[in-house]
Structure formats: structure tokens, C-alpha cells
């Protein structure tokens, strides 16, 4: 990697690390900027997610206000993210990357579909008494497992769609939703990492470039993300989800 290339790499992640923080899908940035410059695939995708952890935290310390009061539910959801981000991990390790290709698109998709109704879903829910769990239940726990699981396997947008499903079956403000959606995607990404440093090829300089931009755009966008109103931020979520559908359909 030249000096340039370590500089681009260095920019994606600064970039990867703010659009985590506020949504997801930073991934779509960082991935194939370490293309670019030369990574095989899989080797880019390992050192990608090693790369954005630092960037996760930051995300995570950002929004720590937002967090009063979720410890119990983030234990039982990121016992669902773990166990979905090693399997997820391990499935990257051993299945051709194009086995998600048709599937990634779809459930970005569904993702947005539940960000933007989420309100009126929260309503319908309300009604039929079945939004009571304050934890969102076996649903949402279920749900958060399958994120995990595209989350070790690549990860791209996994905020996204973590976003979709606390925003429905969880009965809170959308910043204390993205609040928990930041650690939950902390989790997946710090899980992946072990296993990946564990069996897998990385390129270090790449994970280091990575990093050290990740950790000052999770920062802004941790400053940025709070100050956003819910509607803002939902249509931001929907904009970041549609293009990931576009790159990932057409690349």
C-alpha cells in the first residue's frame, strides 16, 4: 500500500466511522476503498471489520446519555449479537461471499420499510397490546441474532437493519434506539474481530488506517447524530439504506 493509498484508506474510515454512528453501512465506504488499492476480498472484508471497532466504541461512548437505563435489554439483545456475529464470522470463513448477494439487498430493503412506518407500526402494535415487552421479546431477539449473523459476515448496513427492528419492537425514542443500535453493532464488529485475528488473514496496515480514521468519525458523528431530530434521521437512514442497495446490486 502506498503512502496515497494509506491516505485514502485513512479518509474512508473517517467517513465509515460518522455514517456508523448515526445509521450504519459506513462498510460500503471502507470495503471497497480497500479493494481499490489491492485486497483480495475476503482479506479487505476481515481487516475492514477489525479496522471499524475503535470507530464502534467511540460511536457507543457518544451516545452514552441515551443509554441510561438500557443495561438490562443490551445484555439480553448482545448475547444475540454475539452468538450472531461468530456464526456470521465463521460463515465468511468457509461460504463463497456471493452466497448473500440476492439476500443482503432484500433485507436492507425491509429495513427502510420499517424505518419509515415505524411509527404507525408502533401505533398498530400498541393497540393489539403485543409492543408491552420492554426488552422486545422473542421477536426482537430472534431478529437481532439474524443481524448479527450478516453482521460477521459482512456487516454493510447491519445498522440499518438493526435500526428497523428496535425502532419497531421497542417502545422508545428513536436517539436511545440508535443509542443501543450502536452497541449492538459494537458487539457484532468486536466479535468478528476476535475470530478473524484468531484464523484469518488480515492486512494490519489497512486495519490501522481504518481505525484511526474510524475512531474521529465516530466521534463527529456521535456530535453530529444526537442533535438530529427523529424525522431527520429517519430520512437519513432511509437515504443510507437505498443507496446501499444501489452499490451492492450494481458492483
Known sequence: MTPWEAVAVFAAGIAAGGINTIVGSGSL?????LLAVGLPPVVANVSNTIGLVPGSLTGALGYREELKGQRERLVRLGAASLAGALIGGALLLVLPQSVFGVVVPV????????????????????????????HGGPWLWAGVL?????????????????????????????????????????IVNAAAAVLFIA????????VLMVALGAI?????????????????????IVVVGITAIVKLLTD
Do not use: M, S
Open 216 to 236: 474521529i468519525g465516530g466521534y463527529l458523528g456521535a456530535r453530529v447524530g444526537r442533535r438530529l431530530p427523529a424525522p431527520v434521521l429517519r430520512g437519513f
Open 107 to 134: 433485507l436492507i430493503a425491509l429495513a427502510c420499510v420499517l424505518v419509515v412506518f415505524q411509527p404507525r407500526i408502533n401505533v398498530w402494535l400498541a393497540r393489539r397490546r403485543e409492543h408491552a415487552h420492554p
Open 29 to 33: 465506504i471502507t470495503f471497497p476503498t
Open 199 to 206: 484464523v484469518a488473514k488480515v492486512d494490519w496496515l489497512a
Open 146 to 186: 439474524g443481524a448479527g449473523v450478516y453482521g460477521g459476515y459482512f456487516g454493510a448496513a447491519q445498522g440499518v437493519v438493526l435500526l428497523g427492528l428496535l425502532g419497531v419492537f421497542l417502545d422508545e425514542d428513536l436517539q436511545r434506539v440508535n443509542a443501543a443500535k450502536n452497541v449492538l453493532a459494537l
